[in-house]
């Protein structure tokens, strides 16, 4: 979600390299804004796209980054999990028996 809005928000930083404000046709015509051709323009704004984008991205990874690690993944025997819920007191001894052997064949 957060590397959407990050993207969205580098993509609306070059429209205005990419269109005028004013209204006029935009770049896509041969020479643009103070005599530059349109293929400047377009690249010129690539470069601070990835300049922006990759800072935006560096800087996610290095202070976000850490908060979205999923934690480790534990697995447990059957028996563990029944010997821990005998043990809450969510069955009784009975119960814990007959699960018991069930898991035991």
Same mark, same amino acid.
């Given at each position: *979600? ?7 928000? &580098?993509?609306?930083? $070059?429209?205005? #390299?990419?269109?005028?404000?004013? %209204? @006029? ?5 041969? *020479? ?7 293929? &400047?323009?377009?690249? $010129?704004?690539? #470069?601070?796209?990835?300049?922006? %984008? @990759? ?51």
């Amino acid at each position: *979600m957060k590397t959407k809005f990050f993207l969205i928000a &580098s993509l609306l930083l $070059i429209i205005p #390299f990419i269109t005028r404000a004013d %209204g @006029g046709e935009g770049c896509f015509y041969m *020479m643009d804004w103070y005599g530059r051709e349109a293929w &400047s323009i377009i690249f $010129i704004s690539l #470069f601070w796209v990835i300049i922006i %984008g @990759g800072t935006v991205f560096f800087f996610h990874k290095k202070f976000m980054g850490k908060n979205i690690e999923a934690p480790p993944a534990t697995t447990k025997s059957a028996l563990e999990i029944l010997q821990e819920r005998y043990a809450k007191g969510e069955i009784n001894k009975e119960q814990f028996e007959a699960v018991k052997k069930d898991i035991e064949k």
